[in-house]
């Protein structure tokens, strides 16, 4: 149901646009985030705005570099990179669930729709 893309390989300080598509459910009614798995490491929070589109979080280690962002009319979340840094390094995920409040945006275990992963690697 959620399929994303735009993953690949890019040198330190560059950027990458993430998409994510939804296909069997209205992305404008779901909370959407982004959340990465770094080898060896667990899966950690990186970005999400809420169903009204009102509202963003991000992780502290990627504010001022990362915006995510939607296209309810093409179903399609993002997630705009830039100034990546090999710590960056990672499998992105989207997610999405339906509805929730901003306490919970950003607890991303249970949400309830998940991509396959797109792969990111920086090099230094």
């Known amino acids: 149901q959620l399929q994303a893309s735009g993953g690949g390989l890019v040198q330190a300080g560059g950027s990458l646009r993430l998409s994510c598509v939804a296909s069997g459910l209205a992305l404008r009614r779901y909370t959407m985030a982004w959340i990465r798995q770094a080898p060896g490491k667990e899966r950690e929070f990186v970005a999400a705005?809420?169903?009204?589109?009102?509202?963003?979080y991000y992780a502290d280690s990627v504010k001022g570099r990362f915006t995510i962002s939607r296209d309810n009319a093409k179903n399609t979340g993002y997630l705009q990179m830039h100034s990546l840094k090999p710590e960056d390094t990672a499998v992105y995920f989207c997610a999405a669930d339906y509805g929730r409040i901003s306490s919970t945006v950003t607890r991303f275990s249970d949400y309830a729709h998940w991509g396959q992963g797109t792969l990111v690697t920086v090099s230094s």
């Open positions: 705005v809420k169903w009204d589109g009102g509202s963003t």
